[in-house]
């Protein structure tokens, strides 16, 4: 009998002593579950629409809309899960009423949710760096300016939406109307002028940008940028990189020019 309670006491020992020790976490190759949602709400909406976020503020949220070829506000409210985990590139979509409120940007009223649905690249804020970096060299040639035409027709990596985004974050930086042009459009609306006999070309009161590249590529591309006024009046940038690295985009000027 003695020997059977010992070994009892025994077996009970060691269900108390494990139930002490400490436990290791099994190895996975899973990742930590992320405080971002992509789950709707169970409300259904009017209208959902879908695009990148192009800039961030305590209220809003600024998305280029893939639908809408432009930008719209809305409130950051209205967004699911932690938004100190999203950024400017990433894509969302938004539920709402289909009611907006008619300014510009469009500001969607009573909007139902915002959620993340992947990362995209924030390519508005790398060439919003580039452009108003070349905006600022050279400033003589800012001199009585009135307006500034982007020409993005020879960019490959930019959506209808995201130039309009661009358009809206220059004007805003600069305070200077800000609309997209090409060198022929201008030129049919007497913007530049052309003399007969020298053939000089010319505007008097605006610049123009414009921004050549190739398409991104493994994290990376090209890309030309330049300032005209005139025939004699022109800076830009050549022979450039821009590189994502660390989730971060940003450039390298091989040259400049300035004539």
Known sequence: MGKYLYMLAFLCSLIFYGGCATVQPAETDEKPPTAVTNEKPKVKSVQTLHGKI????????????TEKKDICQVSTNAFIGDITQVEPGDIVEIGFSGVVLDIYPEIIANPDYVIFTEEGE??????YNILFDLFEGDPGLNNDINFVALDLTEDENLTDSEKKA????LWNRTQIETRL??????LAENLIVIEKDTKFAK???GILMNMKSSKMEKDT???SAQKWRSSLGAYGFVDCIAKKENGKWSYIVGGEMMS
């Open 166 to 169: 661009l358009v809206y974050l």
């Open 181 to 186: 042009a090409t060198y022929d459009e201008l």
């Open 54 to 65: 192009i800039k961030m503020e305590k209220d809003m949220l600024f998305v280029a809309i």
């Open 203 to 205: 505007m008097d009161t």
């Open 221 to 223: 591309f090209t890309f």
């Open 122 to 127: 924030d390519f508005v804020g790398l060439y």
